[in-house]
């Protein structure tokens, strides 16, 4: 017996019994249990009773029951040593199977091939590491001797598992990323959207935040760091903008995600998200004033540059010509052999259909080492070891080299590529006013460029590619008809057609090019330099203090 503070008494067995069980929480419903006994008249009578009752003797029971298994003193203690062992094993062989689903996972490797079974050819990564594992771990090694001798048939190696420790863990990982952006309050989301292999069209979220690491030492300060999580795919059935709207809305009500937190949109140049009035942007704009949108800057300076390509026919056909030489070139060991032994450390490489600034690498070859490529044209086209095709093409492509306003375009091409593609660099480091500065300077470079003397120059340059060409540096003769335009008045006169090729390639050529790469620049830049003139104060902002309060509030 024990005594209770209120007055009373209770039994300590069957009171320490109910703490530690439910199930005799349930079943024991005295008073010399519960709440306490004093009906000190009858207690003798009662212990005697209580004594004998079942529950008492069930406590005692489960009691002695709880030390023998702490001790290892039970019946069944071998019994229970195997479970234990057991357990530990599947533990073991769990944690290894998760680890290879996150290796194969961080590497972006693929999990399953041909065949699902062990030991077989093409069995896949996620098998083949399990075997090779298995060479140099006993967990491992025991579990596939099970699995060979039959011991087992649920052995967590096939696809259904696997497709289960990935869910299990890309939940772990989203349920982390969520507590990272909960942290942080606000937000930018990134979309892009692309078909898969099943042509089923699929969007990205990505969330961009700004988070708190702590120092590696205890003394050291907390790190800012700006975050990029990938939240995974959407399945889109309509890619205008109000279902692309409606279906990121959704995904972010799924994962509990605030819209009003939102500070911040990012996505390519799209009519569906950039346009004014019906777009992604536009409707979550209605809806958080303050999601400031910026489209990628990537692709809108592969769009500055594919329009300037294709604004007039022999831009389109200059890089046209580029890519046939190194399909040409390329095609045959021997043709490329022909080509090594011309050409000294750059080569030629393939035209990227993604990354138009990039095509300064394909652009490169042909501005220092054309006359070098041209006699490995030309060795084809003598040797009498390849083939008639081979010299045909070899021979068609000589005459496009050959040509000196080819020449001049290659002159043209570089210097804006080159220009553009240290504009198109990315950095962790790079500071908003630091974007405009460069866009401000390429434009000034370009329109500079677009002068007389950028012209002359660009001349001069080709000449000299033409001495080693040996060529003459003359335009050659042009048979284009002249577009007609519609006059808006009787009394305009038609142009007057050019009739001198050098003035016909300023005009025509170089001229557009330029001014479509300035036009561009200007306007598909221009929200950069809008959020630029609202933002750029808090790069600077030590220098508040010396700034009057009118400036600042404005």
């Known amino acids: 017996m024990q005594w209770s503070p209120p007055g009373t008494s209770v039994c300590r067995v069957c009171r320490e019994g109910v703490s530690d069980n439910e199930l005799f929480a349930t079943k024991v419903t005295t008073s010399l249990t519960r709440g306490g ?26 009691n002695e029951l709880s030390r023998r298994f702490g001790r290892g003193k039970t019946i069944d203690v071998a019994s229970q040593r195997l479970l234990a062992t057991e357990t530990q094993h599947w533990q073991d062989v769990v944690k290894r199977l998760i680890g290879i689903v996150k290796y194969l996972g961080r590497q972006c490797l693929a999990f399953r091939g041909s065949r699902d079974t062990l030991y077989s050819e093409n069995n896949g990564n996620y098998l083949q590491l399990v075997e090779m594992l298995a060479t140099f771990n006993t967990v491992m090694q025991e579990h596939l001797k099970r699995i060979k001798n039959k011991e087992i048939f649920q052995h967590y190696l096939g696809k259904d598992i696997q497709n289960k420790l990935i869910s299990l863990i890309a939940k772990e990982i989203t349920k982390h990323i969520l507590q990272l952006l909960k942290n942080a309050k606000y937000y930018s989301i990134i979309l892009d959207c692309t078909p898969d292999i099943t042509l089923i069209e699929q969007m990205t979220i990505i969330v ?39 279906a990121i809305l959704s995904e972010l009500e799924k994962l509990k995600i605030p819209v009003g937190d939102m500070r911040g949109q990012g996505y390519d140049n799209g009519s569906n998200l950039k346009g004014k009035h019906q777009s992604v942007q536009k409707r979550i704009l209605d809806l958080n004033p303050r999601a400031f949108y910026i489209p990628c800057s990537a692709h809108t300076l592969n769009l500055v540059v594919n329009d300037a390509a294709m604004s007039c026919w022999d831009a389109a056909s200059f890089f046209s010509i580029v890519q046939k030489i190194y399909v040409f070139l390329s095609g045959s060991t021997v043709r490329w052999n022909v080509l090594k032994k011309h050409i000294g450390r750059l080569t030629l490489k393939p035209l990227s259909d993604t990354r138009w600034p990039s095509r300064i690498d394909a652009i490169r070859p042909f501005r220092f080492q054309v006359g070098e490529i041209f006699d490995s044209l030309s060795e084809i086209l003598r040797e009498n070891s390849h083939t008639a095709m081979a010299q045909s093409d070899a021979e068609c492509l000589s005459k496009e080299l050959n040509n000196f306003t080819f020449l001049c375009l290659i002159v043209l091409w570089y210097n804006i590529l080159n220009r553009i593609n240290f504009v198109s660099k990315q950095s962790r480091s790079m500071y908003l006013p630091d974007v405009v500065d460069i866009l401000k300077s390429t434009t000034t470079f370009l329109e500079n460029y677009r002068s007389d003397k950028g012209f002359e120059d660009l001349l001069e340059e080709a000449k000299n590619l033409s001495l080693e060409m040996e060529i003459d540096p003359v335009f050659p003769p042009f048979v284009r008809q002249i577009k007609k335009k519609k006059r808006l008045f009787c009394y305009e006169a038609p142009d007057d057609p050019i009739c001198d090729p050098a003035n016909f390639f300023k005009i025509e050529c170089f001229y557009s090019i330029l001014d479509m790469c300035i036009n561009f620049l200007d306007e598909r830049f221009e929200q950069i330099k809008h959020h630029s003139k609202h933002f750029q104060f808090l790069y600077n902002i030590q220098k508040l203090k010396d700034v009057p309060r009118e400036a600042v509030m404005e």
């Open 37 to 62: 006994y004093n009906d000190w008249k009858n207690l003798s009578q009662n212990l005697s009773i209580h004594e004998k009752s079942n529950s008492l003797v069930a406590v005692r029971d489960w």
């Open 208 to 246: 961009r935040f700004v988070s708190i690491k702590e120092g590696e030492s205890p003394t050291a300060e907390p790190e800012l760091c700006i975050d990029e999580k990938f939240l995974g795919f959407i399945q889109i059935l309509s890619s205008t903008g109000e279902g692309l709207t409606e």
